[in-house]
């Protein structure tokens, strides 16, 4: 049976960066984004694409529903999924809808393509293969509990957390589960790969890591004080996370043992941590967007939005990409912090944006592949198994604000922000399921 649904939505046309958009019965055609585009997801059930350069809109892509998850992108379509229970496909370059898969419940979690199969984990807890092309039902697997976080795929299996409280391995071909490993706590983040091991953090103040092949747990992290509110990200040996204290750890990825004390980073990190170049970026819940040097242990730099930033930074060539509540897209210098444009979405967000160079045939930067995917272009990012990767999670969901003033960045000593080296500050505790999901009842 086919769950596929063909039509057409609503595309709107974009104006110039930092303008509002049209209403959806003023605009029938999009612009073309034939060059590098960034694709974010705002809290009205809208995807965005804007261009890179400037920051202007070049289409829109309307679900009508009241939120979607952060896009995909891979071989010229673009993935969402939809609290309306869809999952959509859509032209990477003109914004129209190809096809919409029906999964019955609430799409949180955001969708994953190798280009040829779509990958999405959904409120009725089972994670669906689709056909890329026709939008048809592969395979199905049933968990527990609703899946909110983004899988991760692998040459030979799919690799994703449920709210039920573990964590499974899925066979990419057939469906079939090759291990589950069991936390017995609800998982609301998604998994990190790195080598031969999978991590993955819990609805509460525990770091685990499972073996990659067999799914044996190889050690557990349970000394932290307040829950954990974003998945691990890992790079160079090491995992980092942020917790409700409002600080990050840093683990020993192959020990689980702690490499350094807590350190206060000034604002709880409520987005997935982001690595590059030995600085982690994240979000705060105090509207700040954070680059943080693992190097010398201290705040590099620190932006301020007006709203909450749980949108997980993507760095592509040297700029951050990440959006806020304040209903900001925002493209900062990844070294200084500097305002590179803002683009006005209109509405909260709280998505993980995805950037292409080549939106018609390629590849999204942070592809969730740990292969090379086909047609990929060298934007793809993927991490091959047995290699130290980059972070994993996806993105997670109101209000708008039109402000005239959308950021800025300072020195650290203007703003006070330095390495304190020690316990971190209780700034009282948070519901973490909602952090990384791809929307909001």
Known sequence: MTRARLDRRTVLVGLAAGGALPSASGA???????GPTAYVSTRDGRVHAVGTDTGTQRWAFDTDSRAVSAPAVG???TYVGSADGNVYSVDAADGTEQWAFDTGRGVRASPVTTGETVFCGSGDGELYAIDAATGEERWAFATGDEIVSTPIVGPEAVYVASMDGSLYAIDRTSGTQQWAYATSIPIPHSPTVAGDAIYVTDNNTNLHAVDLRTGAGNWSYTRVDRSITTPPAVAGGTVYFGTAGGDIHRIDAATGEREWRPYDVFGVPVSPLETADGVIYFGTDNGNIVAFDTGAEENRWRYQTDGDVRSWPAVVDGTVYAGSDDGTFYALDAA????RWTHRAGAAIRSAPSVARSPGDGFGARSRLLFEPRGAGPEATATPAGEGGG????????????TPEPGFAAPIEDQGLFSTGGAALGVGGLGLWWLLRGGDE
């Open 75 to 77: 071989d010229g379509s």
């Open 336 to 339: 200084s912090g500097e305002t």
């Open 28 to 34: 029938a055609l999009a612009q073309n984004a034939a």
């Open 391 to 402: 972070s994993g999670g996806s993105g997670g969901s109101g209000g708008s604000a039109d």
